[in-house]
């Protein structure tokens, strides 16, 4: 179970519980700022008609993310007030981190955060980010996230060993991430 | 026994010795896996509901039931209910409970004297009965670990 996704990718996936039903697909993800880290989905129902639905799913009830779909025990674990799973969007630092800048802890910028790539599997987690490089390239690279050092809506502050375990593509990142760790107990 | 061989057996009224219908398909649940129900083609009326319970025997050439007053008519059944038609878990996904989908069903294996899965056949490989978590109208959920 070491397969990533682009949070982006989540969007339109449907809402399975463990009994087989499909009770919601995902509208958007909703990142905590604070932490780095997905806090919840807004979900809307399934079908033609069906438009946004009064009801959040915190990080913390999904069951299993898969490549196929949002896995929830039962439907019990969609919040019906969005607003607890939503609110500490306003909160301090708050924002969003997609588009937030990533800077290492001496200070230079690696670039701007366009999605977030979270481990699937029954432990769901944000496992790095993939950003668009700020030379003049403007390449996608993805970005292993250990322990940041500090996140706002505004950047995420990484360690400066980061900008050396980078990769091009969603297969490099566990090798990067791998590479990172290694660095980082070496350090200690 | 697999479901498709069950598929056609005539179902007979032991205490008027009488043929309602035949088998059509079945529903289940997991944890454990078992057949909960068939469903039926009653002659001239249309879909039935039996209820594993009311089932007295499965036998090689007919199911016999006992009484015809267990029987649901099919129109009368909300869609919420596990017996609605479409949770019936034949050409529905398989999605594992970490979300991945694995096929669909295309058979069931079981045992016609208690209900119990044993198998469940796949278009990407056969799973174990035990594996089976739920099946609703949308997919048949399995665990990751047998």
């Known amino acids: 179970m070491s397969d990533y996704l682009r949070a982006r990718e989540i969007i339109k996936k449907p809402v399975v519980t463990l009994g087989g039903e499909a009770v919601a697909q995902i509208k958007d993800v909703v990142f905590d700022a604070a932490r780095g880290d997905i806090r919840a989905f807004t979900l809307s129902g399934r079908g033609l ?47 969003n981190v997609l588009g937030a800048r990533m800077l290492t802890a001496s200070g230079s910028d690696l670039g701007k955060i366009n999605d977030v790539i979270v481990q699937t599997g029954k432990r769901p987690r944000v496992v790095g980010y993939q950003i668009e490089t700020a030379d003049t390239a403007r390449q996608q690279i993805l970005v292993p996230v250990l322990k940041p050092v500090s996140v706002s ?9 980061t ?3 980078t990769a091009g593509d969603l297969a490099g990142l566990t090798a990067a991430a791998q590479g990172l760790h290694n660095r980082l107990e070496q350090e200690k | ?30 944890r454990p896996a078992r057949i909960t129900a068939l469903h039926l083609n009653t002659r001239g009326h249309g879909g039935h509901i039996l209820t594993w ?33 479409s949770h019936d878990p034949i050409g529905k996904p398989v999605l594992t409970e970490t979300g991945e989908l694995h096929g669909t069903v295309e058979d069931i ?18 799973m174990p009965g035990e ?9 048949v959920v399995t665990s990751t670990t047998t």
């Open chain 2, 109 to 126: 294996d079981f045992d016609q004297q208690t209900g119990h899965i044993q198998r469940l056949v796949a278009t990407e490989g056969d």
């Open chain 1, 153 to 161: 809506g505004e950047m995420v502050v990484v360690p400066d060993a």
């Open chain 2, 53 to 85: 319970d009311n089932v007295r025997s499965f036998g090689q050439d007919a199911v016999i039931i006992r009484s015809m007053e267990k029987l649901r008519p099919d129109k009368h059944i909300d869609s919420q209910d596990p017996a609605h038609p």
């Open chain 1, 49 to 95: 008609l069906a438009g946004p639905m009064k009801r959040a799913l915190s990080w913390k009830n999904v069951h299993a993310l898969g490549p196929d779909a949002v896995i929830i025990p039962d439907e019990t674990a969609m919040e019906d007030d969005a607003g607890t799973a939503t609110e500490a969007q306003d909160g301090p630092g708050g924002g």
């Open chain 2, 1 to 30: 026994m697999l479901l498709s061989q069950a598929v056609g057996r005539p179902v007979v009224n032991v205490t008027t010795a009488e043929t309602i219908g035949t088998v059509t398909g079945c529903f289940v649940s997991g």
């Open chain 1, 163 to 165: 900008a050396q375990y």
């Open chain 2, 131 to 139: 594996t089976l978590l739920g099946s609703g109208s949308y997919a």
